[in-house]
């Protein structure tokens, strides 16, 4: 969730720090680590990143992009526009680098979640996913065609275009059962709580 529009002053690392914690608090490890094991690995080619010990410099830029499978987490969540929001203000931020200044200045700061649940439920249909599939070919193409999907449902923002593509995106996922069980006792427990307050 957004908060606030007062100016503050955050570093760099701190940036970089605090969208980790946020992508943590998703469960998006659990995503990435079945990608990784699958040659779905978005850092694949980065020079950064050394066989058998990981990234050697995370930045801006791929601390705040998002894959196909972790836009599916943050759409379902509810987070993606407040996602793109925080990053937005964040200068320098390039293709698999970025020429961020030490200091930024900002006025969006994002709550961390606490819906790990929901990472790790995707990351057992993926793998359930994989288990059945000849290759992993399906498995990265589908990557692909949610992150398109879903920047075509941001852009067409609750138009009729947006609710068939809405469907479209439904029908991808629709052996996702776990994760779809995930979102609906988040929704669940929201819903309670709103209740409770009335």
Not at 2 to 8: F, T
Not at 14 to 21: E, F, Q
Not at 50 to 76: A, E, P
């Amino acid at each position: 969730m957004l908060v606030g529009d007062e100016l503050y002053i955050a570093t760099r690392r701190y940036l970089i720090d605090y969208g980790m914690r946020h992508l943590n608090g998703l469960g998006a490890d659990h995503i990435c680590k079945v990608c990784i094991q699958n040659s779905g690995s978005c850092c694949r080619g980065c020079s950064h990143l050394v066989d058998g010990v990981g990234c050697q410099n995370r930045n801006t830029s791929c601390t705040s992009w998002l894959c196909g499978y972790l836009k599916l987490l943050f759409y379902k969540a509810g987070l993606m526009k407040d996602w793109d929001t925080f990053w937005d203000e964040v200068p320098g931020i390039e293709f698999r680098k970025d020429s961020t200044p030490p200091i930024v200045k900002m006025t969006t700061h994002l709550e961390v979640p606490m819906m790990r649940e929901l990472g790790e439920a995707l990351a057992n249909d993926l793998k359930r996913k994989l288990s059945r599939d000849k290759n992993n070919l399906d498995f990265i193409v589908l990557a692909r065609d949610l992150d398109d999907l879903i920047d075509e449902i941001e852009f067409a923002d609750h138009s009729d275009i947006a609710a068939h593509l809405i469907k479209r995106l439904n029908y991808l996922i629709k052996d996702f059962h776990e994760f779809g069980q995930a979102i609906n006792n988040i929704e669940l427990h929201k819903w309670g709580k709103k209740t409770a307050q009335v």
